[in-house]
């Protein structure tokens, strides 16, 4: 399985970004997709999850104004990024594991990862 980010960039502060991550091949739709970020100098977290009802959860410092979803017919996961602040940069990736029960950002057993995509925000 590979999965395969784009959409990042440079933006200043204020703008929007919109991340895709595409799946290579097709993976069990109960599943806990999610984005996480490494931010430089700094360990890698968590910022938003989507189950496999689509439930949806997020770290407080993104929520409100990041969206999570996803195209399953397309095999796509997207993250919506607005209001974009310069503590958002960072290296954005996506994942995925199989949803025993708990499925947000602390999930701690994502078993694919995409290698990421840079995200820049400054004025």
């Known amino acids: 399985v590979q999965l395969v980010e784009s959409g990042g960039g440079s933006v200043q502060p204020g703008g929007s970004l919109r991340l895709s991550c595409t799946v290579s091949i097709y993976v069990r739709t109960n599943y806990c997709w999610g984005w996480f970020r490494q931010a430089p100098g700094q360990e890698r977290e968590g910022i938003a999850t989507i189950d496999s009802n689509g439930c949806t959860d997020y770290i407080g410092s993104v929520k409100g104004r990041f969206t999570i979803s996803q195209d399953n017919a397309k095999g796509t996961l997207f993250l919506q990024m607005d209001n974009l602040k310069v503590e958002d940069t960072g290296r954005y990736c996506c994942?995925?594991?199989?949803?025993?029960?708990?499925?947000?950002?602390?999930?701690?057993?994502?078993?694919?990862w995409g290698k990421g995509t840079p995200v820049t925000i400054s004025s």
């Open positions: 994942a995925a594991g199989p949803d025993g029960g708990y499925c947000g950002p602390n999930y701690s057993n994502m078993a694919y």
